[in-house]
């Protein structure tokens, strides 16, 4: 098979956490690919993340996904052959309390884009030679695991728990009926929890790392058992590539680390790390605190990625170094 070769691309969502890491590393390996960003500028995404790309066929543009005059004119401006869809609300937490906020972004803002897709694709046949639209998703869709339950398979069922979860089930299940319904050429990917440069302060390591650096109160969910499997952003965005250029189209992938972390565990490395990177008179684990458990929440999240193996894919950054560079990029010496 020879692999699909993106020229115009959209990336929504591209100043915000994956999204903008997901930007310099297309530049850095296409470097003749245009590039339009399509960000609301939200609270969990910046400009700023974005500073130090230099790509001479770069755009930014601010404006919702939900616009669907905007999208159109977007697609049919710029040409483009390709959707990479990041936009979404994903904070767990934010959606226990605003879950019309993830409902809008999530399910109205896919089916916006899934739309203005359709008929702009259509010019070109939906051949999936020279179009496509990934949707980026995430393990949470697939419900919570046992201790003892084997990695998530990309064809088990659906058991979202969270508005969160639930919205991105639902924007899910509409781009695979777009394919079934329109022959809208598609692929998906499923990752496990990200970490890295420009992820959001509320986020767990960044809440963390900022806890250690200014010797306060560290937060732990419950007994801190609860377990994830830990990816480093920049092995995420080449998962996505790989699949974007090898997948089968109409079919999803998992992207994962195989590193599956309790959230208390994964605190005392930290602290331990922060001990070496920035020692006070006691050590950072005495900072731990555990509090109430947030409703619904999931035991563990791991999935099984034998599927995006066979495509030649690996993650490259091992755990030390990926926490390392974490730390430089949000504690800089």
């Not at 884009?113 to 980026?136: I, M």
């Not at 605190?289 to 999935?303: A, E, I, K, M, S």
């Amino acid at each position: 098979m020879i692999p699909f070769q993106p020229k115009h691309i959209l990336v929504t969502g591209g100043a915000g956490f994956i999204g903008a890491n997901f930007i310099y590393y297309l530049a850095q390996q296409h470097p003749d690919c245009l590039i339009v960003n399509l960000d609301n500028l939200t609270y969990a995404s910046a400009l700023a993340n974005l500073k130090n790309l230099a790509h001479p066929h770069y755009h930014f543009i601010k404006g919702d996904i939900c616009n669907g005059p905007l999208v159109t004119t977007l697609l049919t401006e710029f040409n483009i052959d390709t959707i990479v869809h990041f936009a979404a609300e994903s904070h767990v937490d934010r959606s226990i309390h605003q879950p019309d906020t993830f409902i809008q972004a999530n399910l109205v803002g896919t089916f916006t884009l899934l739309e203005a897709a359709r008929k702009h694709f259509a010019n070109q046949n939906n051949d999936p030679s020279r179009c496509r639209f990934h949707h980026v998703s995430t393990d949470e869709v697939f419900g919570s695991l046992g201790d003892a339950a084997p990695l998530t398979k990309e064809t088990d069922v659906y058991l979202p728990n969270s508005p969160y979860s639930a919205s991105k089930a639902g924007s899910d299940h509409l781009v695979r009926a777009y394919y079934h319904t329109y022959q809208l050429p598609y692929t998906m990917t499923h990752c496990a929890n990200n970490y890295g440069p420009f992820q959001h302060a509320e986020k767990l390591i960044p809440t963390l790392l900022r806890s250690c650096k200014e010797n306060k109160a560290i937060p732990i969910y419950g007994n801190g058992k609860n377990k994830r499997d830990w990816l480093y952003v920049e092995d995420h965005c080449s998962g996505i590539l790989t699949v974007l250029q090898k997948g089968q189209i109409g079919e999803s992938y998992n992207i994962g680390a195989n590193n599956e972390w309790t959230n208390l565990d994964l605190a005392y490395k930290l602290c331990h790390l922060m001990d070496v990177a920035m020692p006070k008179p006691h050590p950072h684990e005495h900072l731990i605190q555990f509090v109430t458990d947030r409703p619904g929440h999931d035991w563990r999240y791991g999935l099984n990625t034998e599927k995006i193996q066979q495509l030649g894919w690996q993650p490259a950054t091992s755990f030390d170094a990926g926490l390392e560079k974490t730390i430089a990029y949000f504690i800089p010496s």
